[in-house]
C-alpha cells in the first residue's frame, strides 16, 4: 500500500520511539513488554497523535512571559518550572514543596515521583536554573507552603485555557515542546 509522506513520518517516528524505548528498558534492567509497545503503537497510530499537523505549535518564551498576564502567581510559577524542566503541566499538578531543593545560587532540582514518561515510578530529577527574579519567586511562594503542599494549582485545562489567549493554537503540551525546541 502506499503510504503519503505524513503516514511516513509518523511510522518512522513510532519506531524511532520504540527503539529508544527498548534501550531505556535494557540500560535499566527492566524486563521489555512488547505487548506495551503494541497498544501504544495501535493507540499512536488510531489518534494520529504522531502526525505533524497534530502537534501543538511549540510556545516561545515571550508567550510564557505573556501567560504571565493571565494567571495568578502560584500558578504561573508552575508554568515556569515545566517550561525550566520541559515538563507536562499535568507532570507538575503531583508536585509538592518537598519535591523542590535548592542545590546552590541559581541551581535547582525538581522530583517527578509520577510523570506519564515514567511507567514504571521511578521517579526523575530534573535539574533546572532560575534567575535572581525567579527564585526570589519561587522563595517566597514556597515559604508559604506545608512541606506535603501542592506547589501549583495550574491544571492542563487552565494552561491551555491561557495559552490560548496568548496565541492561537497554543496548547498546555505547547510549554513542553516550547522548551525542547528553546
Known amino acids: 500500500a502506499k503510504l503519503h509522506s505524513g503516514q511516513l513520518k509518523s511510522l518512522s517516528s513510532a519506531l524511532e520511539y520504540t527503539k529508544r524505548l527498548k534501550q531505556i528498558h535494557s540500560q535499566l534492567e527492566i524486563p521489555f513488554n512488547s505487548r506495551v509497545i503494541d497498544d501504544y503503537m495501535r493507540s499512536l497510530k488510531r489518534d494520529g497523535a504522531l502526525r505533524p499537523d497534530h502537534q501543538a505549535p511549540p510556545a516561545t518564551p515571550a508567550d510564557v512571559q505573556q501567560a504571565a498576564r493571565y494567571l495568578a ?19 507538575m499538578e503531583s508536585i509538592v514543596k518537598s519535591d523542590l531543593h535548592k542545590e546552590r545560587d541559581g541551581l535547582w532540582t525538581i522530583n517527578f515521583r509520577v510523570t506519564k514518561g515514567d511507567p514504571f515510578r521511578i521517579g526523575n530529577w530534573i535539574p533546572f536554573h532560575l534567575t535572581d527574579a525567579e527564585e526570589y519567586l519561587i522563595q517566597r511562594h514556597l515559604n508559604t507552603l506545608t512541606p506535603n503542599a501542592a506547589f501549583t494549582s495550574l491544571t492542563t485545562e487552565r494552561a491551555a485555557a491561557v495559552l490560548g489567549r496568548v496565541r492561537t493554537g497554543l496548547s498546555a503540551h505547547s510549554i513542553k515542546r516550547g522548551a525542547l525546541v528553546h
Open 73 to 91: 502567581e502560584a500558578e504561573w510559577l508552575g508554568m515556569l518550572i515545566a517550561w525550566k524542566t520541559a515538563s507536562r503541566i499535568g507532570d
